[in-house]
């Protein structure tokens, strides 16, 4: 059976600053990562930048992609 890349590490940055390094198991099942708390200050944007650092090796593509990442805390997100 083929199959494609499957993203293995994440790199989190915040605001352009680096802030989490996150491992996803080999899974296409749903994944839960915390990654401790970011407070906001008020009247500030936030800006969040996920880059993919490795993935496991596939057979049918040579790229990969996110399709969904769900947020959730407290406050406004």
Do not use: C, W
Request: no cysteine; glycine share 6%.
């Amino acid at each position: 059976m083929a199959r494609k890349l499957r993203v293995k590490k994440l790199k989190l940055y915040v605001d352009n600053k680096p802030f989490a390094h996150l491992e996803l198991l080999d899974s296409y099942e749903f994944q839960t990562v915390a990654i401790g708390k970011l407070m906001l200050p008020q009247q500030h944007v936030m800006t969040l930048r996920f880059e993919i650092v490795e993935v496991y090796p596939g057979t049918k593509y040579q790229d990969t992609a996110i399709t969904e990442l769900l947020f959730d805390g407290v406050g406004v997100h």
